[in-house]
């Protein structure tokens, strides 16, 4: 399951290194919780929990079903 978050993450990442951003995985938890890291701009940017959540987890979510959630730690 790991490689396929990390596939759903390689599909986004253009767009978020195209705003000098990036992002990260840390860990996919034993209750399907994936933990990232944002990284560059996203890094405290405003947006960055929205980018998350309409972004990020959608994209993963969608392509892995099993994935309860996305938090960035």
């Avoid at 919780?33 to 990284?39: A, E, H, N």
């Avoid at 960055?48 to 959608?58: A, C, D, I, R």
Wanted: hydrophobic content about 45%; glycine content about 8%; charged content about 25%.
């Amino acid at each position: 399951m790991m490689e396929e978050v990390k596939a759903a993450l390689d599909g986004i990442r253009p767009y978020l290194q195209a705003d000098g951003g990036d992002i990260s995985i840390v860990e996919l938890t034993d209750d399907l919780i994936v933990k990232v890291s944002l990284q560059g701009a996203c890094k405290g940017c405003p947006m960055s929990m929205q980018t998350l959540k309409n972004g990020v987890e959608m994209v993963i979510k969608t392509q892995v079903p099993a994935v309860k959630d996305v938090v960035a730690v």
